[in-house]
């Protein structure tokens, strides 16, 4: 992984006082997209620090999407798809779980913090879920700290 | 007839305990009553076996035990065979006999091999053996067996006979076989001479160690 | 360089009460690229769009971002608008800063940074927006109907009715399918032939529709809208042009085989029509029995055919129709009741199947509607039924419930007392499942007027007792064993996929499920399409089903069809994949992760004409641009259009944090 | 073919005869038995019904000795093959259990060792069932024939090894491979309530009645059975069901290595005939299979 160099000068060693984290999610349109916009539309509360990219099916992931995000500085990553059964396009999401479970794997090999990374199943009528797996999910990335950290804690160690 | 039904975790915990002891996950009975139709001593049944195992899913724990099904049963596998969702259902009667017997609910027949003993539970047994009822004579005979196992190493079949029909009260009934079947040369009348008489022993008294310390676990 | 326009909407107050917009819009306006950026109260409102569609001209935009609702509310409104002045719906993107932002983010200054990004991240991804255009794909407008039961022949005439040709293909020698074979049907008891006969002949009558009986599906090449089908006419022995139907040979034939359609109750020639309604009511010859073809001698039939139709040497014929639209209606099996050994095996031949026993008291069966037993032909005075039977049976490997059984069983029992009003009718069931209008009616009727006793519990055995039938079962609610002596057992058993229905569904390119039960898209919103576009489904090939739904479902498939043939040509989204030639190493790996074979192969020629290298190759007729084959690529030789990776990588590389 | 044999309790007494039929038939097809030794009881029902450590210890601490000297077992009685199989079904599934197991019969058994019922050594196409047809010298052909397997040669379906549990067929191939006249009935694998014979008489006379009415019914001259539980319980209660059912029935209940051995043309005294309690003599000598002064 490259570092943005700012970054590293930045976060030297400890968290800014001011530090928010940054969390990606990945939502394919068919379901966490449109349980996302209910969330809205309830007018369900939660952190505003997540970001949402919108992919056609949580097949369309890439993992290369999730190492690129931690490399321009995001803190946490959420991937988001249909129920199992329910995919719009029959098996994507299956792919998605299968695909997204070795890699969480390889990163935990690499002894990368898995409070970063996140995997859900969201429905068009789940705005509810929608609100409280981001809250989940931002307050787990919250314990893990700036990932600056983890890159100068790197360096430090080099 | 009116049940009360137990609190959901009471409800629970007995269902939980034979589903721990028989491996089974006794949720999956949907009462079609194919056990009960097939199970051969189903007649002779205070309550039929898919009865008892409604009784298990309800947790009226009481009910499960107290009825005479659970010691008629004959282990045949019917029911297992046969169930469409799969139980085994004798192991859980096997379970249930055993939680029975645990609990102590109801007194083993004691037994001994002295002669002395004998008259006296010979005496004993017309007095009160002959209300006995099923459930007692399964355990009798259990226990018996058990205990010849334990004694000899082998069964020895005239005295498992003959201290039954003596324990169980029902006197004459099968020990009249007993002429008949030594015309024949069937049964010894000397037990046979196991050597290793005293690992048996150790096997019995080991178990008997290792299950008292797991129950007080519990 | 880039000429982007940003939009940002207050949607009233909705968006401008928790964010920023003034200031998002002027954040905007210094992003590299955006040469113009305005704010406005309602964006989807007239003058709304026309700002966007004025800037368009006048700044002579080449993207457009709107920065208001969720895509998934106005896209389509914003794609349109900016059509209108000729500008490429597809190099517009929207920012959600009001589901996704003002309305869940009570901090306005939080929201007002967030917004600023959400923003950033589109233009950056609209900068790397091409123009794409939507896929036109002509339609050939005649549809293939496959199986002729009840389902696939209402399917046939619906679609025929709206205008178009249909072909109707059919394995057996003649349409009809289980439902020919039934008596009365519930639950109006009316007869079953009577009502059938009509549409079977309407069929061939019809102009519009032609039918291929004993006819099989060898291949279905194409997609939506272009699809050739590869059909099997299969050898009939007969020249039908000749034949005239007079039926000498078949009363004459010496072959003696178990007739399928009388379900093995009586015997039927080689050469056979199998039943007298048959459509078409032209005969084949069984070359598996015929003797002719088996040993070689006989030839009977040739010699007594006054018409001279019989050819022993007709081959195997295939042809070739090009159809738009597929309806698949292959029906259902039963299970051969010899699965359950502990029900008899097969062994007693009074133990039968639920279908036998419409046969037994069909007019047109084998005992003319009589209720003959089949060991000695007397009439059964005790009857048992026994529900559920390979049902619901996590045991055999099928857990589900075949819907239909309840219903027929207690027609069953009806039917019974009809013929033998002094007979008693028993019924062993586990649950009686009668949903349906005038269902549960008719079930009760069976019981009250028509005095079928019911027994809640199942049968765990049936034995011999001095010749006669013993029925072990158990009744729950008294919970205790009964035993009925027996004099015929009619067993309901399972519904089934028919055998070998996967790797025809293979052929086809449409799912199945546990029980090889065909897929349908989705189960409430999508309950007769497939996950391949243009092909459906009818009938009992989805799941059990009784009549009137077979035929409701059969009506849908044939709408959908006519939906799809009513316009002129067919426009898909240009959200599909596309392969970089170049780099496609031609491993095919993404081939296996398309869920809708979607990816074909393609060999790429030099000049001579020789195929220099094979590499994937996307048709855009079957390609839903889920992107899974994208995400699989290890060359990353596939794209998929509007998702591509340098777009979501413009947006990732655009989370950074806001500077200001 | 060599194996360790365990007889158990029965085989050493009520049931005899199957041990001396078993061994004259072994013998006569090439089958080396070596009992072994100082065996002792499998522990039967009333062990598994009573204690599960137990009824995994008896059974193993006989396995332990046949595995150490690499031969499999074979269990005549239907109840020892059947606890000594589950005994080694169990262990092998659970690591943790076979060591608890292990300590307590203080002894080493791996699970290696596989059980067999008799029926098996010859239906499981070792070539014994060819032997035996080939070494036929009685023609048994008039002798009309049921096969009883009862519960434990049929379930559980795992432990028995059956095809098809409610329609076994070893038996009644191995009879047929013997020349008998082998026919179809219901009442195969129906319990006959041996297990309650002692404990609850009257219910095990019904089943028993159940069973020998049937196998009448369906033209049976004789049963073969192939455990000495179902044997002892249809033998001695068929006296009994005059006074209780009222029906005087007259079948023998042969161990089916009995009949093998008659096929083999074997001394009748070395298949213990005599002790059958139904005495199956007078039918032998009706269809002429063995001579009057036998
Ligand atoms: C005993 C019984 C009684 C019933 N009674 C009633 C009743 O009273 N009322 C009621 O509403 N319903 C009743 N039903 C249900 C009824 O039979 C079905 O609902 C109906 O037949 C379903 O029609 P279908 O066209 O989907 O399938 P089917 O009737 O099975 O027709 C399928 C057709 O497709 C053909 N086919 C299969 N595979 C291929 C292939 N690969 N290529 C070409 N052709 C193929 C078959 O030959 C067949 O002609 C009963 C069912 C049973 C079993
Ligand atoms: C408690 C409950 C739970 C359910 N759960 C499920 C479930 O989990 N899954 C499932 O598949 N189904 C479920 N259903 C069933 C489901 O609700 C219905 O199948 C479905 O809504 C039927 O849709 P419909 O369009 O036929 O009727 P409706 O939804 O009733 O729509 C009829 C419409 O017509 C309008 N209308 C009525 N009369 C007139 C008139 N004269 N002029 C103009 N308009 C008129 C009405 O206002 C209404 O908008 C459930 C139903 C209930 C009651
Ligand atoms: S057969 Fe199985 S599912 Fe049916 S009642 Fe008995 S235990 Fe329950
Ligand atoms: S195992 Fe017990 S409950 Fe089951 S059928 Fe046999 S006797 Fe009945
Ligand atoms: S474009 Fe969307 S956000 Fe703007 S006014 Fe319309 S509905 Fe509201
Ligand atoms: S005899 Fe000839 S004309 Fe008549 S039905 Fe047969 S084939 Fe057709
Ligand atoms: S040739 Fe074949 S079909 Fe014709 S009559 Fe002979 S057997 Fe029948
Ligand atoms: S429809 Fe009725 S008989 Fe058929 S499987 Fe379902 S519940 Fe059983
Ligand atoms: S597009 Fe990619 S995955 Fe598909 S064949 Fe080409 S190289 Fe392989
Ligand atoms: S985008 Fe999806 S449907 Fe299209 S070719 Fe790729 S995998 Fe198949």
């Known amino acids: 992984m490259s570092l943005p160099s700012e970054v590293i000068e930045e976060n030297k060693n400890e968290i800014k006082k001011d530090w928010q984290p940054k969390v990606i999610a990945f939502l394919c349109n068919w379901c966490s997209y449109a349980g996302a916009d209910l969330a809205g539309t309830s007018r369900l509360r939660y952190d505003s620090h997540i970001e949402i990219i919108r992919v056609p099916c949580s097949g369309r992931m890439d993992p290369l999407f999730i190492l690129k995000c931690l490399e321009k500085g995001a803190d946490g990553i959420l991937v988001s798809g249909c129920h199992p059964g329910d995919c719009h396009y029959a098996t994507g999401n299956y792919y998605a779980r299968r695909k997204f479970a070795t890699f969480r794997k390889l990163l935990e090999f690499c002894g990368f913090d898995l409070r970063r990374i996140h995997f859900s199943w969201v429905s068009a009528a789940e705005g509810a879920k929608w609100s409280k797996v981001v809250n989940e999910v931002i307050s787990q990335v919250r314990e893990a700290g700036p990932i600056a950290n983890m890159y100068s804690r790197r360096e430090n160690q080099l | 007839m009116k049940y009360e039904l137990p609190r959901e975790n009471d409800q629970q915990h007995f269902m939980s305990i034979i589903e721990k002891m028989s491996g089974q996950n006794i949720r999956l009975c949907y009462q079609c009553g194919k056990c009960s139709a097939g199970c051969p001593i189903c007649h002779e049944m205070e309550d039929s076996p898919n009865q008892i195992i409604r009784y298990i899913q309800l947790g009226l724990k009481e009910q499960a035990l107290s009825k005479n099904t659970i010691w008629l049963c004959a282990s045949c596998q019917t029911c297992s065979t046969r169930c469409p969702q799969q139980l085994d259902l004798a192991k859980i009667m096997d379970s249930l006999r055993i939680l029975h017997q645990q609990e102590s609910l109801q007194q083993n027949i004691p037994f001994s091999t002295s002669a002395k003993d004998f008259g006296h539970r010979f005496y004993n047994s017309l007095l009160n053996g002959l209300q006995m009822d099923v459930r007692s004579n399964v355990n009798a005979f259990s226990d018996l067996f058990l205990k010849m196992v334990r004694h000899y190493g082998r069964q020895f079949e005239t005295g498992l006979i003959y201290n039954y029909n003596v324990n169980s009260g029902f006197l004459f009934s099968n020990v009249l076989k007993g002429p008949m079947m030594l015309m024949k040369a069937k049964i010894n009348l000397i037990p046979e001479d196991v050597k290793r008489r005293e690992k048996v022993e150790k096997i019995f008294s080991k178990?008997?160690?290792?299950?008292?310390?797991?129950?007080?676990?519990? | 360089m880039a000429r982007i326009g940003v939009f940002v909407c207050w949607c009233g107050s909705n968006i401008a009460e928790n964010v920023d917009v003034v200031e998002v819009a002027r954040y905007a306006a210094t992003l590299p690229g955006v040469v113009h950026s305005v704010d406005y109260k309602y964006m989807c409102s007239d003058p709304g769009q026309k700002l966007i569609t004025d800037a368009i001209r006048t700044q002579h935009l080449d993207g457009v971002v709107v920065a208001a609702c969720s895509p998934r509310m106005h896209e389509v409104t914003y794609r349109r608008t900016v059509a209108t002045v000729g500008f490429n719906p597809y190099l517009f993107e929207m920012a959600n800063l009001r589901e996704h932002c003002s309305w869940v983010h009570e901090n306005k200054a939080e929201a007002t940074i967030k917004a600023k990004n959400l923003v950033r991240m589109m233009v950056e991804k609209v900068k790397q927006n091409q123009p794409l255009y939507q896929i036109q794909i002509p339609v050939t407008k005649r549809a293939l109907v496959i199986g002729g039961g009840i389902a696939g022949i209402q399917a046939a005439l619906d679609v025929a009715a709206g205008g178009y040709e249909v072909i109707l293909l059919e394995k057996d020698p003649s349409i009809g399918g289980h439902m020919a074979q039934l008596d009365e049907t519930f639950p109006t008891l009316d007869c079953s032939q009577c009502i059938m006969t009509p549409r079977m002949v309407e069929i061939v009558q019809n102009p519009n529709i032609t039918l291929y009986s004993y006819s099989e599906l060898d291949a279905l090449e194409g997609y939506i809208g272009n699809f050739t089908?590869?059909?099997?006419?299969?050898?009939?022995?007969?020249?039908?042009?000749?034949?005239t139907g007079c039926g000498v040979c078949q009363q004459k034939c010496p072959a003696k085989v178990p007739s399928e359609f009388d379900e093995g109750l009586s015997t039927r020639g080689a050469i056979y029509v199998p039943f007298p309604q048959a459509v078409p009511n032209k005969p084949v010859i069984d070359r598996e029995h015929c003797i002719k073809f088996t040993k070689g001698k006989c030839g009977l039939c040739e010699k007594i055919c006054p018409a001279g139709a019989i050819d022993y040497n007709q081959q195997d014929e295939i042809v070739e129709e090009k159809v738009g639209a597929v309806i698949v209606a292959t029906g259902y099996d039963l299970l051969p009741k010899d699965t359950y050994a502990e029900y008899g095996y097969g062994q007693y031949p009074d133990v039968i199947t639920s279908l036998q026993f419409e046969r037994l008291v069909s007019a047109s069966g084998p005992t003319n509607g009589e209720l003959k037993r089949p060991s000695d032909g007397k009439i059964p005075q005790k009857i048992v039924f026994i529900q559920c039977v390979g049902s619901r049976d996590a045991s055999q490997g099928r857990s589900y419930c075949s819907k239909i059984c309840c219903m027929y069983t207690a027609k069953h029992t009806m039917l019974y007392r009809h013929k033998v009003p002094k007979g008693e009718a028993y019924v062993f069931y586990m649950d009686i499942r009668a949903g349906g209008k005038n269902y549960d009616e008719f079930v009760r009727r069976a019981i009250e007027e028509d005095k079928a006793v019911y027994i809640r519990?199942?049968?765990?055995?049936?034995?011999?007792?001095?010749?006669?039938?013993?029925?072990?079962g158990a009744d729950t609610l008294i919970g205790g064993q009964v035993e009925i002596k027996a004099d015929m057992v009619v067993l309901a058993t399972a519904i089934t996929a028919p055998k070998g229905i996967d790797k025809f569904a293979q052929k086809l390119g449409v799912g199945y499920d546990l029980h090889h039960f065909l897929s349908e898209a989705h189960p409430k919103l999508r309950p007769v399409e497939t996950n391949s576009a243009g092909i459906y489904l009818a009938g009992a090939c989805q799941a059990p089903k009784d009549i009137p739904e077979a035929v409701a479902q059969a009506g849908a498939a044939a709408g959908k069809v006519l939906g799809l043939f009513g316009g002129k040509n067919l426009c898909r989204e240009p959200i599909v994949a596309k392969v970089n030639e170049s780099t496609c190493i031609g491993c095919f790996i993404c081939q296996k992760a398309c869920a809708y074979g979607a990816i074909e192969m393609k060999g790429l020629k030099d000049r001579k004409g020789n195929v220099i290298k094979v590499v994937a190759s996307v048709n855009t007729g079957k390609c839903q641009g889920c992107g899974a084959c994208t995400a699989t690529c290890r060359s990353n030789s596939i794209e998929l259009e509007g998702y591509n990776d340098q777009q979501i990588y413009a947006q990732i590389n655009a989370i950074g944090f806001t500077n200001d | 073919m060599k194996y360790a044999y365990f007889p158990g309790c029965s085989l050493h007494s009520t049931a005899k005869e199957f041990d001396l039929s078993t061994r004259a038939v072994c013998k006569n097809l090439d089958i080396e038995l070596v009992e072994i030794p100082d065996w002792i009881c499998c522990g039967s029902t009333p062990a598994h019904t009573t204690s599960e450590l137990l009824s995994l210890a008896l059974p193993?601490?006989?396995?332990?000795?046949?595995?150490?000297?690499?031969?499999?077992?074979?269990?005549?009685?239907?109840?020892?093959?059947s606890r000594l199989k589950i005994a080694t079904l169990e262990v092998q599934k659970d690591a943790d259990l076979r060591k608890k197991i292990n300590t307590i019969i203080e002894g080493n058994f791996e699970g290696n060792t596989k059980i067999f019922h008799l029926l098996h050594l010859f239906s499981n196409g070792n070539g014994s069932a060819e032997k035996l047809k080939e070494k036929t010298k009685r023609d048994l052909s008039t002798l009309k024939v049921v096969a009883y397997y009862g519960?434990?040669?049929a379930r559980p379906k795992e432990v028995a090894g059956v095809v098809d549990v409610e329609n076994p067929q070893s038996m009644d191939r191995i009879l047929n491979k013997a020349g008998l006249d082998v026919l179809d009935w219901s009442h195969k694998t129906e319990c006959c309530g041996a297990s309650l014979s002692i404990t609850d008489k009257k219910v095990s006379l019904r089943l028993v009645h159940e069973i020998i009415q049937t196998a009448a019914d369906a033209g049976a001259d004789c049963i073969a059975v192939a455990c000495p539980l179902c044997q002892s319980n249809l033998d001695l209660q068929q006296s009994e069901l005059k006074n209780n059912h009222g029906h005087k029935y007259h079948l023998p209940i042969f161990y089916f290595t009995q009949l093998m051995g008659l096929a083999l043309g074997l001394e009748t005294n070395k298949l213990g005939l005599k002790r059958l309690i139904v005495d199956p003599r007078p039918l032998l000598k009706n269809k002429n299979i063995i001579g009057i002064e036998e």
Not at chain 4, 60 to 81: I, R
């Open chain 3, 229 to 243: 089908a590869k059909i099997r006419k299969k050898a009939r022995s007969v020249d039908i042009t000749k034949c």
């Open chain 3, 457 to 472: 519990g199942r049968v765990s055995k049936i034995y011999l007792q001095n010749g006669r039938m013993v029925v072990r």
């Open chain 4, 60 to 81: 193993l601490a006989n396995c332990t000795w046949a595995e150490n000297n690499h031969l499999d077992v074979v269990a005549p009685c239907a109840s020892c093959f």
């Open chain 2, 207 to 218: 178990i008997e160690q290792l299950e008292k310390s797991e129950k007080e676990k519990r």
């Open chain 4, 151 to 153: 519960c434990l040669l």
